[in-house]
């Protein structure tokens, strides 16, 4: 172990005061490594007087992980709980500012943002002045509009309700002269009378005991408004309404609402009541209303008036909040941060453990080895700003936890790194799969994808985001284009792989091209009226590179792409398992782990090849000589009666006893897998206790007792039993797993193949169909639906195809062959976490 003291007179006082602006680990050169960055424990002791500007460049340094220490505590009794409380209450009114500039219309200005310290008292006690302020300038406002709307409201009720009184009572004098003729000539009524006809029997001396209400009612609530009152008053009412031409501000919701004017004419007290009753149910609102002409008149002007006034007052109410809304949109973005890293900085002082005789601060996290100077100058300068007379103790400590993973990455291998992360964090240590994924994930997406067309369109459309990457990285994308926009650089990569593989296959949009020279076939007969019949003739040298493209209709198309395509994809999936298998040597070797290189990487390259790599073998013994031999018989017969003679399937001489050899390698690598290992990780562990009892015996009674509780401890961990059921399971999943891996990566052929008709359906029968019309608009819409089916078909459906079964082929096939995953990863305490969030 070893400390050192950051002597706050030493080194480093011509960088006084001086911050970082972006985080350490951006900064540093980004080359992706096979193993993860080596880490280091470490003890900070901090003086109080220093702990606060030691944490702050610390988080703008952004490399060290710090432990909570405190995780046994409440949060109430934590030692700064009651600041971290006060940032939290201080961001609640920061976002309350925001919201109200969003809603005013305004956006945060950026006004001169200087570096200036900004004093955490000060701060909370300007906050809470602009809230106080903004709040009563809100609730003044609230109030003037509400008045404001019902004196608008109440102009409506004044314009239209008198129409109402003027007819009703002309209706009421012709009604009444009706039942007085009626009443005359003797007619008799069978039902007792209704409202108006009551008034009206009673006389025209009488008709002020006929009351009305009026005022406003959504439009959307008319209808069973006057339901429910007309069933309440047994139809003694009568409801008069006219809808409003446009929209209401609503003085309680503050809405723009359709809204009708309503009068309700009714007779007695307790009509009366029943019916406020439902207006206050329903929401309507209720104004009076003078019958006198005169008043009616009179009160018009004076409501014009205040409306006038107010509207004066709302407009000068609303300037003033706008002012006080610009001048906090100057700073608000810059103090929404400034909190942010207090409250985070508080936070990680919590963490920390207090020795308050000593007057320190206690903390222990994770360090990149490469770091330490960086970090040791950080602590140093925090010592010399704070004008602390003791310095921070740096103490790099010894432990046997495991740490966390760090990659170093950059925006091109962080999207990859990603991909592997989402199946597992690396193990400190353990090989990383994101240096080969970078070539081999969009390779086996380009032989399911192969054609240069379509990797050319998907080569622009990604060199789109690529160039304005700082643009669109500034903004809110959806959800499907930030997924796109993440993973540019996989599209970019899919997409030349794509290209060089639709070379390969010589499609072009499903069309073949003599790129590289003229055709190696021709015809039986000159005219090529039998090539779909009869098939081609070879004539001279084989192509140069890739498929020739006179094999594009003729009638062993299929059937040789088809086989091509197949043994491709076993060519592929043998060699990448082999990879996985390889790089579990490395790990096992890099852990010192013997048992793993010779009871699990051998008997596994030689099970897995000695079947699956010795069919590699005769498919490329096959390609190089042209044999027609039957490699599903050879490997089928090689299991049920590997003696028998080949016959004309013997690819080459002595294969029958090599697939004897092979056979019984394959066989004999399952017990090498299965038994050995158990028994050995057995005797290992007895060893190791009985090296523990030889160190009680000579160990004193403290010692002893400490080492008899490991001895327990250890005894106890240890399960013969589970030991041989996990080793049992684990050769089983690989022995199946052999078999049905490679059988897995025959979907590179069958996804290949697919995408090649699919595209040679849509140019034979959509865009070739409608360039056979002479007319114009047939062929432009031929040319559209192709467009169409290509982009949405093709370049999306089958691409998220492809990358999913890529994405499949290294998670399942690939990684389980040596991956863990069951590490964690390395989480700095950082404040560029903190402005992305704010983004």
Aim: net charge negative.
């Amino acid at each position: 172990m070893a400390f050192e003291i950051l002597d706050p007179r030493g080194r480093g006082s011509n960088v006084a005061g001086g911050r970082y602006r972006m985080s350490f680990l951006e900064n540093l050169p980004a080359v992706e490594q096979f193993r993860s960055e080596e880490m280091n424990m470490v003890q900070l002791i901090i003086p109080v007087e220093s702990a606060h500007r030691s944490i702050t460049y610390l988080g703008e340094l952004g490399c060290l992980q710090f432990k909570n220490l405190n995780k046994d505590k409440s949060p109430f009794q934590l030692t700064y709980a009651n600041q971290v409380k006060r940032c939290g209450e201080m961001l609640r009114k920061l976002h309350f500012f925001r919201e109200q500039i969003s809603k005013s219309g305004l956006c945060p200005s950026d006004g001169p943002l200087l570096e200036m310290d900004i004093d955490f008292d000060d701060l909370e006690a300007q906050l809470a002045e602009y809230e106080a302020e903004l709040q009563e300038i809100n609730a003044n406002n609230e109030k003037l509009q509400r008045t404001y709307s019902e004196l608008s409201e109440f102009t409506l009720v004044l314009e239209k309700a008198g129409m109402f009184l003027s007819k009703s009572q002309t209706n009421m004098v012709a009604h009444q002269t009706e039942m007085e003729e009626a009443s005359y000539n003797g007619d008799e009524f069978v039902d007792s009378p209704l409202l108006l006809e009551q008034e009206i029997q009673a006389g025209m001396s009488r008709q002020g005991r006929l009351g009305f209400v009026s005022g406003l009612v959504p439009t959307a609530k008319v209808v069973p408004f006057e339901r429910v009152l007309f069933r309440a008053t047994r139809g003694n009412m009568l409801f008069k309404q006219v809808a409003v031409e446009q929209h209401v501000k609503d003085p309680v919701l503050s809405e723009m609402v359709p809204k009708v004017v309503f009068v309700i004419f009714f007779s007695g007290d307790r009509a009366k009541t029943k019916i406020l009753k439902i207006c206050e149910t329903f929401g309507a609102n209720r104004y009076p209303f003078p019958e006198d002409a005169s008043q009616q008149r009179q009160i018009m002007v004076e409501v014009s008036e205040r409306l006038t006034e107010l509207q004066t007052t709302v407009d000068a109410g609303i300037r003033h909040r706008n002012n006080v809304l610009i001048t906090i949109g100057y700073q608000l973005e810059k103090w929404i941060i400034w909190v942010k890293k207090e409250k985070a900085i508080y936070h990680t002082l919590n963490m920390l453990n207090v020795d308050v005789t000593k007057k320190c601060l206690v903390g222990v996290g994770w360090v990149p080895i490469f770091a330490k100077a960086q970090i040791q100058d950080a602590l140093h300068r925090a010592t010399l700003d704070s004008n602390s007379q003791v310095g921070t103790i740096f103490h790099m400590m010894d432990t046997t936890e495991s740490p966390p993973t760090y990659f170093r990455t950059n925006k091109f291998t962080d999207a990859f790194q990603e991909i592997v992360n989402a199946y597992g964090m690396a193990k400190y240590q353990e090989a990383n799969p994101a240096v080969y994924t970078i070539i081999t994930f969009p390779f086996l997406f380009a032989v399911m994808f192969g054609d240069w067309g379509h990797g050319l369109c998907l080569l622009l459309a990604t060199l789109v985001l690529i160039l304005r990457e700082k643009k669109l990285g500034r903004q809110k994308l959806g959800d499907i284009m930030e997924m796109a926009f993440a993973g540019r650089y996989i599209l970019l990569m899919m997409a030349l792989f794509s290209i060089y593989c639709g070379i390969i296959y010589n499609e072009f949009f499903s069309i073949p091209f003599h790129i590289f020279g003229p055709s190696s076939y021709r015809c039986h007969d000159l005219s090529c009226s039998d090539a779909s019949s009869r098939g081609l003739v070879k004539y001279r040298d084989p192509y140069p590179f890739g498929v020739d493209p006179q094999w594009r209709g003729s009638r062993t198309e299929l059937p040789f792409l088809n086989s091509l395509k197949m043994k491709m994809s076993i060519l592929l999936g043998v060699a990448h398992m082999n990879l996985g298998i390889i790089l579990s040597y490395f790990n096992a070797k890099f852990f010192a782990n013997s048992l793993n290189i010779w009871y699990q990487f051998v008997p596994q390259m030689i099970f897995l090849n000695s079947l699956f790599g010795y069919l590699c073998l005769l498919i490329l013994i096959k390609w190089c000589t042209g044999s027609k031999a039957d490699l599903y018989h050879v490997m089928i017969y090689m299991f049920l009666s590997p003696t028998d003679d080949l016959g004309e399937n013997q690819l080459f001489w002595g294969q029958r006893p090599i697939q004897i050899l092979l056979l019984l390698l394959a066989f004999v690598a399952v017990p090498w897998m299965l038994l050995p290992k158990p028994f050995l990780l057995r005797k290992q562990h007895l060893l190791r206790l009985q090296g523990r009892a030889y160190g009680i015996l000579d160990s004193s009674d403290t010692d002893s007792f400490d080492m008899e509780r490991d001895f327990d401890v250890e005894h106890e961990d240890f399960n013969f039993s589970e030991i041989c059921v996990h080793q049992m399971i684990h050769t089983i999943e690989f022995v199946l797993g052999a078999v049905s891996n490679t059988a897995s990566y025959l979907r590179l052929w069958a996804l290949s193949l697919a995408h090649s008709e699919l595209s040679a359906v849509f140019y034979e029968k959509v865009l070739q169909s409608a360039w056979g019309y002479d007319n114009i608009f047939i062929r432009i819409a031929g040319f559209a639906v192709f467009a169409c089916a290509t982009v949405v078909v093709l370049l999306l459906m089958e691409t998220l195809s492809a990358l999913l079964h890529s994405l499949r082929l290294h998670w399942v096939e690939f990684q389980n062959k040596f991956y863990e995953g069951d590490g964690y990863k390395f989480n700095p305490f950082s404040f560029t976490s903190l402005g992305e969030e704010n983004e």
